[in-house]
């Protein structure tokens, strides 16, 4: 079973920046993508941005611009970088790998949260 393990959230004002971290250990040979989803109050949780084992990446169009995710292969690390921050932006942040047996990602870190004051 994947676990993963995030860090780096907090509070910030609006124009600022924050990283985000994330370890995946255990069983990683299952796992062919990692990204970065965000949950709001009452809202639903949505894909941030995602990296493949390939390497390629993608960002939602709320964040295109402003966030970076990048990885460090070899110690199955994941960052997102994220730069001018709004208050919008405030979210619970979750960590999470898919699984290359469903495409599926069915593994999530216990979530940072990010609040950016206005």
């Known amino acids: 079973q994947v676990q993963l393990v995030e860090s780096g959230g907090g509070l910030v004002q609006a124009g600022g920046s924050l990283r985000l971290s994330c370890v995946a250990t255990?069983?990683?040979?299952?796992?062919?993508?990692m990204g970065w989803y965000h949950q709001a109050p009452g809202k639903q949780r949505v894909m941030v941005a995602q990296?493949?084992?390939?390497?390629?990446?993608s960002e939602s169009d709320s964040v295109k611009g402003r966030f970076t995710l990048s990885r460090d292969h070899a110690n199955n690390m994941v960052y997102l970088q994220m730069n001018s921050l709004k208050p919008e932006d405030t979210a619970v942040y979750y960590c999470?790998?898919?699984?290359?047996?469903?495409?599926?990602?069915?593994?999530w870190g216990q979530g940072t949260q990010v609040t950016v004051s206005s």
């Open positions: 999470a790998a898919r699984d290359i047996r469903t495409s599926e990602y069915n593994y």
């Open positions: 255990d069983s990683i040979f299952t796992i062919n993508a």
């Open positions: 990296i493949t084992s390939g390497g390629s990446t």
